[in-house]
């Protein structure tokens, strides 16, 4: 029987004692929006501001860092949203980094990153592209790299409430949410299978042998 996918918007659960800590949990969904389509506009100006990158050049890097982008999303949620702790503090600390998502999956106001962790994971990645390539590379790349964040969390909130029932996007919905109610520990890109198909966690995995 096919399984039926039901958006309960109000489906939530308290996290913090704290009246303070718990209204910092909930994060609007459009917050990644507001806080980085700047960042991708000021980061685009940057870099036509530097003579020796051409139109096509810049087009190029952007494309890059959209790439980057898939792989460091597929990694992040295989490797440490999904990892497996064994003290009873870093079960916590999993449970309110991912866990509570999977528990509660259709709770509108805990599906896209809180500030207070992509904003410190913004400066890393744009500093750390900055060594690697250098400052007049750096803005072209990071632009697409936030613009793939952007395209991440967006897509993760519209698989969860939005129809999509077309095309590329209706595929992209059931691909994620088989990852919730099918096999977790398949289906870890959300705005790109091209990483489960590389490293062999697409689809849903057959039960192990007795």
């Known amino acids: 029987m096919a399984r039926h996918y039901v958006s309960n918007k109000n489906e939530s659960v308290r996290m913090f004692q704290s009246d303070f800590m718990e209204w910092f949990s ?17 980061m ?12 096509i050049g810049i087009v190029g890097l952007f494309a890059a860092g959209v790439f980057y982008w898939t792989l460091v999303e597929y990694l992040l949620h295989r490797f440490v949203f999904h990892y497996q702790p064994k003290s009873g503090w870093g079960k916590r600390l999993h449970f309110t980094m991912h866990g509570v998502h999977h528990d509660y999956p259709n709770d509108a106001t805990r599906l896209v990153m809180a500030p207070a962790v992509s904003i410190p994971l ?13 400052p007049a590379l750096t803005p072209a790349i990071f632009a697409g790299q936030v613009f793939g964040y952007i395209c991440y969390d967006t897509l993760h909130y519209a698989a969860h409430h939005l129809p999509m029932k077309w095309g590329a996007l209706a595929w992209l919905k059931k691909h994620h949410l088989r990852h919730h109610y099918g096999d977790m520990h398949t289906g870890y890109g959300v705005t790109s299978p091209l990483w489960d198909i590389v490293f062999g966690t697409h689809g849903v995995r057959p039960p192990a042998s007795p």
């Open 26 to 42: 909930h994060i609007h969904p459009a917050t990644p929006i507001v806080l980085y389509v700047p960042v991708v506009v000021w």
């Open 122 to 134: 913004a400066f890393f990645f744009y500093f750390t592209t900055q060594l690697i390539v250098g």
């Open 44 to 55: 685009l100006y940057l870099a036509l501001s530097q003579p020796e990158l051409s139109w």
